[in-house]
C-alpha cells in the first residue's frame, strides 16, 4: 500500500472542445519542415470555418510551410486559478489563400500580426488531425526527486 496520492487523469478531449479552445487563444506553434530538420516559429492565427489563418511575410516560415511536408500547429493554455492546463495540436496541409474573394475574406478575420513588417501573405491550415488533451498541473513537490537536485547541482 503507498500513500502517494493518485494522480489527476488527463482528459483526451473530443474535437469541438479543441476548436472552443483554439477560439479562446490567439498565439500558437507553428512546426513545419526545412530540408532536413523541423523548425518551429511562433503565429497568431484565427479560426475560420473548421481551418486556420495566419498572415506572415516573405521568408523561410513562408517557403517551409506552403511546401510539399504537412505543417502542426500547438496551442495551449491554463487557467492560474484553477490550476488546469491544456494543449491542442492541428495538423494538416497549408495553402496560400490567393484567390481575391478569400483574400477579402479573411482581412474580416480581423487577423493582425503582432510584428511589425509586411505581412500580405496569407496562410490556410487545412487539418487532418486534430487532437487535445487536458490536465490538472502538478505542483512541483509531486514530482520532485533526488535526481533533480543532483542534476541542478551538477549545473551550478
Not at 69 to 85: H, K, Q
Not at 108 to 122: C, I, S, T, V
Request: proline content about 6%; charged content about 20%.
Amino acid at each position: 500500500m503507498t500513500d502517494k496520492p493518485s494522480a489527476p487523469e488527463t482528459e483526451v478531449l473530443e474535437s469541438h472542445q479543441c476548436w472552443d479552445l483554439l477560439r479562446r487563444v490567439s498565439v500558437g506553434h507553428l512546426a513545419v519542415w526545412m530540408g532536413d530538420h523541423p523548425d518551429i516559429f511562433p503565429i497568431n492565427y484565427k479560426v475560420d470555418h473548421g481551418t486556420l489563418v495566419f498572415r506572415t511575410g516573405e521568408g523561410t516560415k513562408l517557403q517551409a510551410a506552403l511546401g510539399e511536408t504537412p505543417v502542426a500547429l500547438e496551442a495551449d493554455g491554463v487557467d492560474a486559478e484553477s490550476g488546469v492546463a491544456w494543449s491542442v495540436v492541428v495538423k494538416g496541409q497549408a495553402t496560400a489563400i490567393s484567390l481575391v474573394e478569400d483574400v477579402l475574406d479573411t482581412v474580416g478575420l480581423f487577423l493582425f500580426p503582432w510584428e511589425a513588417g509586411r505581412k500580405d501573405h496569407f496562410v490556410r491550415i487545412v487539418p487532418t488531425s486534430v487532437t487535445g488533451r487536458r490536465f490538472t498541473v502538478t505542483p512541483p513537490l509531486t514530482w520532485w526527486s533526488p535526481l533533480d537536485d543532483a542534476t541542478r547541482a551538477g549545473f551550478e
